[in-house]
């Protein structure tokens, strides 16, 4: 496929769990963001990061964190789940700094209830 | 940092029509300019970019205009067909930055 996998696809979970999405690549790229999709919203950047252990915060940070100990896989966590937080999440990589050739995950679906 | 706004939010076209999309943004350092389709539950993919040393683009029944002096730009399909119907989303970067994404059109080609 296009070498990129999230997992879980979809999550229910309640209000004040923790929570951690997983994105897998297989491209060896080193550029990897996390996004999340709502409505009129477009797509927002939670985080990114520029290689193992280098991440930064994007414009929706609060309330996320993420970790990158491998290049293949960047994970995000939500540390007590909130109803706001309800979205689709991408994941992206590239294979340099400046976006071209940003290839997006399927999504994972998340309900906080 | 970046801000990209983007109209119209919806967009309903006859089939064989044409349908334009604008987007403006505010970071004049911004050099790169993608656009991405998004079928309904799937992953946005990469339709057609243009880069700031270019004003237009074209590729089949697509095309992008960029105007840097008015910080806009604009995708244009041609011969509409109902396999267009998708949420389009345009993306700006500046240099040594990350892709800033519009609010997404959503259009539908009625047959």
């Known amino acids: 496929d296009a070498g990129i996998t999230q997992s879980p696809r979809h999550k229910v979970t309640e209000t004040g769990t923790p929570v951690t999405l997983r994105c897998h690549q297989t491209e060896n790229h080193r550029y990897m963001y996390w996004y999340r999709q709502d409505p009129g919203h477009g797509l927002r950047l939670i985080h990114y990061s520029y290689g193992v252990k280098d991440t930064d915060k994007g414009e929706v940070s609060d309330g996320y964190s993420v970790s990158r100990s491998k290049t293949e896989d960047f994970l995000l966590t939500l540390e007590s789940a909130t109803s706001s937080q309800t979205s689709v999440y991408f994941c992206?990589?590239?294979?340099?700094?400046?976006?071209?050739?940003?290839?997006f995950g399927s999504g994972t679906r998340l309900t906080v209830v | 940092g970046e801000n990209v706004e983007q109209h119209p939010s919806t967009l309903s076209v006859q089939e064989g029509d044409s349908a334009v999309i604008k987007c403006t943004y505010s970071d004049s350092a911004s050099n790169y300019f993608p656009w991405y389709k998004q079928e309904l539950g799937k992953r946005p993919q990469l339709i057609i970019d243009i880069r700031s040393n270019v004003g237009e683009k074209k590729d089949q029944r697509i095309a992008v205009t960029l105007n840097k002096t008015a910080k806009h730009f604009s995708l244009h399909i041609t011969e509409t067909q109902p396999e267009d119907s998708a949420v389009y989303f345009c993306a700006a970067r500046a240099a040594g930055n990350k892709l800033t994404f519009g609010g997404g059109t959503r259009v539908l080609v009625k047959p």
């Open positions: 992206a990589i590239s294979p340099d700094r400046d976006g071209y050739g940003y290839t």
